[in-house]
């Protein structure tokens, strides 16, 4: 990411690894990348899923005065999800961003595996909203979590690796259970985010400002999806 400042994590353990701090953050940008149902393999920054989060950690910046917000993603220990791995790898990078920033309102931004991890994450104090892309959401994946937060689910609508009708579902459930919750369908979307990459980028980067925006209801092409009761379709 070329136009903010780099910074490592605190040690090879940490599961935060900051890409942005600025001195005084208002907020916190956390993506967490997608993974394997079962694997002990180290995960590694060089991998394709982790790779592919970061143009999307970018757009979710290119909507942010850099002075204000962190940008950072989850390191995970390993590839897979195993005995809910990432979730625990999250937990614990939420404790170093507050150590670093305080209580700043975060927003995850995951995908595939990550956007499991992220939407489990979202009863952390430090969670302010979530924004799962094409998530990996098995059959009795839990909701409640939600309760009180905003999430919003992008999926691809030609997706074939994940099911864009759980996560419609899913968005149901975690409305039931007293979340802000919508979800939004790219046409002709794939579950890399590839095709029709420029709609989910500036899609992102629309949704993670109405997310942190603090008490104002959302605006502009995202307002649909938290009212609506069908998904909206890009």
């Known amino acids: 990411m070329s136009t ?14 900051l890409r942005h701090c600025p001195r005084q953050p208002r907020a916190a940008i956390v993506s967490l990348h997608g993974g394997r149902t079962d694997s002990y393999q180290t995960s590694q920054p060089w991998h394709l899923a982790a790779l592919r989060m970061r143009p999307v950690l970018r757009a979710a910046a290119s909507a942010m005065p850099l002075d204000d917000i962190v ?6 220990r390993h590839r897979g999800w195993n005995h809910n791995d990432p979730l625990h790898d999250t937990y614990r990078a939420l404790s170093e961003l507050h150590q670093i920033a305080g209580a700043v309102p975060t927003i995850l931004i995951g995908h595939s595996m990550g956007g499991r991890a992220a939407l489990r994450a979202a009863s952390h104090p430090q969670v302010h909203g979530v924004l799962a892309l094409a998530p990996w959401l098995p059959p009795g994946e839990p909701a409640g979590q939600l309760s009180g937060k905003r999430a919003v689910v992008m999926h691809g609508e030609r997706d074939r690796v994940t099911s864009p009708r759980a996560s419609a579902d899913y968005v149901q459930r975690a409305r ?7 979800v939004i369908l790219i046409g002709k979307g794939d ?3 590839i095709h029709r990459s420029g709609l989910w980028h500036r899609t992102v980067a629309t949704v993670v400002t109405d997310l942190l925006r603090p008490e104002a209801p959302p605006t502009g092409l995202t307002a649909a999806s938290y009212a609506a009761t069908d998904p909206l379709l890009l």
Do not use: N, P
């Open 71 to 76: 940008l950072a993603h989850v390191r995970y």
């Open 4 to 17: 903010v400042q780099e910074h490592e994590g605190k040690s090879a353990t940490s599961a935060l690894r």
């Open 176 to 182: 039931t259970a007293g979340a802000r919750a919508g």
């Open 191 to 193: 579950h890399a985010m």
